[in-house]
């Protein structure tokens, strides 16, 4: 009998990007994996090839709901806590509702894991929660104020964590999340990142528009990075490792102009008229930081953390997903 085969994982938001691609890998593992989605923002689509497997078992929910929540974690060891809605823009544009899914929704989520006695809370949290600190590269201790709704939120999830840690001892891990992309990452709606509405765009010989001058920089991080952190924070049995954030990253920053470039690189693999495609510049977003850039070392020295995609490595197996996907 294999060894992780008694062990249950709850992923919440598992119809999602990253949700997905976590049931993906834990169930690869041999473990059983309990899905909770509402498919607001997540994609049955992404679910088709667990469906069958016999230690797969989808939840459609939502984590506003309680007793919804109570019910997810019966039974369950571990909770990987995704589900959220993402998007500065659509939290300027909506705050009300990533407030009662970000804040109520995760504190649901952190009660009906207490009360299932659940042995660890590993959640996502987000690389916005630096805010207006102009300190490079990012390190956990020293955050700014937040610059949007969604920064607040995020922010939220690390204080509460914190609070049901030191004070009902749920051990807790926050993942603070910068700029994931890789296979499964939705291209369409008003909220789709940045990478695969590019590659979209792109591939249909459309001018991306870039916002600013291009000369905005992130730490691009690709989605097997982010798996390995999320197993690393759940499996770790040192004491120092849990009740605290970790930066989750590639540790590297790439304009935007970097990475169009990229981009149009290694699609004109497949296409070579995608590198004629030109490129437009808009305004700069509301509620965006310059620059972005984390420190890794303590995850490298607590959790093992190493890294094994560039977002050049990333952006070569992620292009190779989407030609594959979009063209179907």
């Known amino acids: ?50 469906l069958n497997n016999d230690n797969f078992n989808l939840i459609e929910g939502d984590i506003r709901n309680l007793e919804t929540c109570m019910l997810a974690v019966r039974g369950v060891d571990y909770v990987l806590h995704q589900a959220a809605l993402g998007s500065v823009p659509r939290s300027i544009n909506d705050p009300i509702t990533t407030n009662e899914v970000n804040v109520s929704g995760f504190l649901n989520m952190l009660i009906a894991s207490r009360d299932a006695n659940v042995k660890r809370f590993v959640y996502a949290a987000s690389s916005s929660t630096y805010g ?14 937040p610059l949007s709704p969604y920064a607040i939120t995020k922010y939220v999830n690390e204080l509460y964590a914190e609070i049901f840690s030191k004070t009902y001892g749920l051990e807790t891990i926050g993942l603070r999340y910068f700029n994931v992309f890789g296979r499964k990452q939705d291209p369409n709606g008003a909220y789709a990142a940045v990478i695969p509405k590019f590659v979209m765009q792109l591939m249909q010989h459309e001018s991306p528009i870039i916002n600013g001058d291009g000369n905005y920089s992130r730490d691009f991080t690709y989605i097997d990075n982010v798996i390995q952190m999320n197993e690393l924070a759940m499996i770790t049995e040192k004491a120092e490792a849990i009740n605290t954030v970790y930066n989750t990253a590639y540790g590297d920053r790439n304009t935007l102009n970097d990475l169009v470039g990229y981009l ?13 495609v030109e490129i437009q510049y808009g305004p700069n977003r509301m509620g965006d930081i310059p620059h972005s850039l984390a420190s890794i070392d303590k995850a ?29």
């Open 264 to 276: 149009k690189t290694f699609l004109s693999e497949y296409d070579s008229e995608i590198g004629k």
């Open 132 to 145: 207006d600190s102009i300190e490079l590269p990012k390190v956990e201790e020293v955050i700014g104020k």
């Open 1 to 50: 009998m294999d060894k992780n085969s008694s062990k249950t994982i709850l992923i919440t938001g598992g119809a999602g990007f990253i949700g997905s691609n976590l049931c993906e890998y834990f169930l690869s593992k041999k473990y059983n994996v309990v899905c909770l989605d509402n498919f607001v923002t997540g994609h049955r689509y992404n679910l088709k090839d667990f």
């Open 300 to 328: 490298k020295t607590i959790l093992g953390y190493k890294p094994k995609f560039s977002l050049q490595e990333g952006l070569k197996e992620a292009v190779g997903w989407y030609w594959e996907s979009l063209k179907k």
